[in-house]
């Protein structure tokens, strides 16, 4: 089954390059372009398209308002073509707020553009969004089956209190890790998110954040202290370890693993905090691939619990349903059930 595309940008160059991507994979076809977010609009209601690329910052109605009217009218998965840029990252992370399933970053000015590595993306992300919107139409959405047959790991103590909460997530990330942070408002413990973001976006992200919740959110830098309260997102491009070179001192460490297929790994950062001599809890969210799973388990082994979201609810359920298939986890909740969870463990009245 071909899966339709509507291609949304104001640059008739970018239209053209999606176009020459596209021309030689006769299984993803372009059903319409869009010049604005109002056309937008009306073709999404009109062809019925599978997936629909949606430039982020257009003149008259933008990226982000078609996304939020496209998503209450005529539901079906966006993704954002954002420009590399500040402006262009806060205005993607609304984007995601709003509804869109993904995005792809792409350099301000097209005479640079990567059209090879944009063109490897594009694909990959409109054939798995076009074969998941499919599959939700025939409703033949499936979860594995190792979920369903779940088995906590062991049981959490009672009066258990984290002196560190951990995230991982990916895919779907940034409106869930929204509504996480915003429900269980502040904690009496620092928060570590590794949100694989490309670096010029994670920035955008934390102030994204900050400024939804009211919580002290930043982006993690080289040697900063993590305070209770704080929520440090690891920034994009590069890893994120965590140390505790004092008793009580907790401090952010930035350093790339060539060897990590993604950045910022959950791996290394759960890994380096197994090491920490404090009590701590890790958290694994929506997202594709299994990052996190490995690094669970260096945290099991030092008794340390293990959460993964309810995976019919994650955008995508590969990295929960990874963690949850190796035997380490402690519990499976959707996010209000994770957000109640922190609020009672280390929440502040």
Same mark, same amino acid.
């Given at each position: 089954?071909? =899966?339709?595309?509507?291609?949304?940008?104001?640059?008739?160059? $970018?239209?053209?390059?999606?176009?020459?991507?596209?021309?030689?994979?006769?299984?993803?076809?372009?059903?319409?372009? #869009?010049?604005?977010?109002?056309?937008?609009?009306?073709?999404?209601?009109?062809?019925?398209?599978? %997936?629909?690329?949606?430039?982020?910052?257009?003149?008259?109605?933008?990226?982000?308002?078609? &996304?939020?009217?496209?998503?209450?009218?005529?539901?079906?998965?966006?993704?954002?073509?954002?420009?590399?840029?500040?402006?262009?990252?806060?205005?993607?992370?609304?984007?995601?707020?709003?509804?869109?399933?993904?995005?792809?970053? *792409? *350099?301000?000015?097209?005479?640079?553009?990567?059209?090879?590595?944009?063109?490897?993306?594009?694909?990959?992300?409109?054939?798995?969004?076009?074969?998941?919107?499919?599959?939700?139409?025939?409703?033949?959405?499936?979860?594995?089956?190792?979920?369903?047959?779940?088995?906590?790991? @062991?049981?959490?103590?009672?009066?258990?209190?984290?002196?560190?909460?951990?995230?991982?997530?990916?895919?779907?990330?940034? #409106?869930?890790?929204?509504?996480?942070?915003?429900?269980? +408002?502040?904690?009496?413990?620092?928060?570590?998110?590794?949100?694989?973001?490309?670096?010029?976006?994670?920035?955008?992200?934390?102030?994204?954040?900050?400024?939804? &919740?009211?919580?002290?959110? %930043?982006?993690?830098?080289?040697?900063?202290?993590?305070?209770?309260?704080?929520?440090?997102?690891?920034?994009? +491009?590069?890893?994120?370890?965590?140390?505790?070179?004092?008793?009580?001192?907790?401090?952010?460490?930035? *350093?790339?693993?060539?060897? #990590?297929?993604?950045?910022?790994?959950?791996?290394?950062?759960?890994?380096?905090?197994? @090491?920490?001599?404090? *009590?701590?809890? #890790? =958290?694994?969210?929506?997202?594709?691939?299994?990052?996190?799973?490995?690094?669970?388990?260096?945290?099991?082994?030092?008794?340390?619990? =293990?959460?993964?979201?309810?995976?019919?609810?994650?955008?995508?359920?590969? $990295?929960?349903?990874?963690?949850?298939?190796?035997?380490?986890?402690?519990?499976?909740?959707?996010?209000?059930?994770?957000?109640?969870?922190?609020? @009672?463990?280390? +929440?502040?009245?």
């Amino acid at each position: 089954m071909k =899966i339709k595309l509507l291609v949304t940008d104001d640059s008739a160059f $970018m239209r053209t390059a999606v176009r020459m991507i596209l021309k030689d994979h006769p299984d993803i076809e372009v059903v319409g372009e #869009a010049r604005d977010g109002q056309s937008a609009v009306q073709m999404a209601a009109a062809l019925k398209p599978d %997936v629909i690329t949606m430039d982020v910052e257009m003149p008259g109605m933008d990226g982000v308002t078609a &996304t939020r009217i496209i998503m209450e009218q005529n539901p079906r998965p966006i993704i954002m073509l954002s420009s590399m840029t500040e402006r262009g990252s806060d205005t993607t992370m609304r984007a995601l707020a709003a509804g869109a399933v993904d995005f792809i970053p *792409k *350099k301000s000015s097209f005479v640079q553009l990567d059209i090879i590595q944009i063109g490897k993306d594009l694909l990959e992300k409109i054939r798995y969004w076009g074969d998941r919107h499919h599959q939700n139409k025939r409703q033949s959405r499936l979860t594995p089956p190792v979920v369903k047959q779940f088995k906590a790991a @062991r049981e959490i103590p009672e009066g258990f209190q984290p002196k560190l909460v951990l995230i991982a997530a990916s895919t779907g990330g940034p #409106a869930i890790i929204h509504k996480l942070l915003r429900d269980m +408002g502040r904690l009496n413990c620092p928060v570590v998110i590794a949100q694989h973001m490309p670096l010029l976006f994670t920035e955008g992200f934390a102030r994204h954040l900050s400024s939804s &919740t009211g919580l002290e959110v %930043v982006q993690a830098s080289d040697g900063m202290t993590l305070n209770p309260g704080m929520v440090a997102v690891c920034p994009g +491009g590069t890893d994120t370890i965590l140390r505790e070179p004092l008793p009580g001192r907790l401090i952010t460490c930035l *350093k790339l693993d060539e060897g #990590a297929p993604i950045h910022p790994s959950a791996d290394i950062l759960f890994d380096s905090a197994s @090491r920490l001599p404090r *009590k701590m809890v #890790a =958290i694994v969210m929506t997202g594709m691939g299994n990052d996190g799973t490995l690094g669970a388990r260096s945290l099991a082994e030092r008794g340390c619990p =293990i959460l993964a979201q309810e995976p019919e609810e994650c955008t995508i359920d590969g $990295m929960p349903a990874s963690v949850i298939a190796s035997g380490v986890v402690n519990e499976v909740l959707n996010v209000d059930g994770l957000a109640r969870r922190l609020r @009672r463990w280390v +929440g502040t009245p």
